[in-house]
T-cell receptor
Framework: DGGITQSPKYLFRKEGQNVTLSCEQNLNHDAMYWYRQDPGQGLRLIYYSQIVNDFQKGDIAEGYSVSREKKESFPLTVTSAQKNPTAFYLC???????????FGDGTRLSIL | GQQVMQIPQYQHVQEGEDFTTYCNSSTTLSNIQWYKQRPGGHPVFLIQLVKSGEVKKQKRLTFQFGEAKKNSSLHITATQTTDVGTYFCAGTRYIYNQGGKLIFGQGTELSVKP
């Protein structure tokens, strides 16, 4: 979706390194989400934020951290504690409630 | 953990055949959404069903929401190669003190042989 920008498209991480994935939206959405996608496992929720300066852990938060200092931005840091970080990471935003989620193009993270 | 089950995981069809994917939840959902993800792409919202027993159509796609609001299906009539991709259902559950939470099924990957 044009309103959500994820960068970079591809990212390589060295052992013991933290990396940060960017997610920016100009849709004025309150809620933002981070998902991890592995083959055959669908979308698994890492973290979500329903309002600025507040966020909650999803189902697989261990080894990840987030911040929500601005409404437009919800960066995800993959820490060295995440031992199997190779995956496709998707950011999404939503106006709230029962509304559809709008996804960015994703970031593919690999280990060097 | 995963609370919305989707089957089958994979479906291979000949072009022109029909295709159906099923979604089941262990708890009542306030709504069900369907998304399509093309190979190499990101999920794109298709439709939302809210009412018990609701049926909606989009050209060759028919979406149903069960009477108990615990299951849903997507049926594609006469598949085309443009239908290739992974179809996800996602149900909204309201969790005390957390509001609505969208829970995705594992997805059904559809391949269409011309």
């Amino acid at each position: 979706d044009g309103g959500i920008t994820q960068s970079p498209k591809y990212l390589f991480r060295k052992e013991g390194q933290n990396v940060t994935l960017s997610c920016e939206q100009n849709l004025n959405h309150d809620a933002m989400y981070w998902y991890r996608q592995d083959p055959g496992q669908g979308l698994r929720l890492i973290y979500y934020s329903q309002i600025v300066n507040d966020f909650q852990k999803g189902d697989i938060a261990e080894g990840y951290s987030v911040s929500r200092e601005k409404k437009e931005s919800f960066p995800l840091t993959v820490t060295s504690a995440q031992k199997n970080p190779t995956a496709f990471y998707l950011c999404a935003s939503q106006t709230g409630g029962n509304q559809p989620q709008h996804f960015g193009d994703g970031t593919r993270l690999s280990i060097l | 953990g995963q609370q919305v089950m989707q089957i089958p995981q994979y479906q291979h069809v000949q072009e022109g055949e029909d295709f159906t994917t099923y979604c089941n939840s262990s708890t009542t959902l306030s709504n069900i959404q369907w998304y399509k993800q093309r190979p190499g792409g990101h999920p794109v919202f298709l439709i939302q069903l809210v009412k018990s027993g609701e049926v909606k159509k989009q050209k060759r796609l028919t979406f149903q929401f069960g009477e108990a609001k615990k299951n849903s299906s997507l049926h594609i009539t006469a598949t085309q190669t443009t239908d290739v991709g992974t179809y996800f259902c996602a149900g909204t559950r309201y969790i005390y003190n957390q509001g609505g939470k969208l829970i995705f099924g594992q997805g059904t990957e559809l391949s269409v042989k011309p």
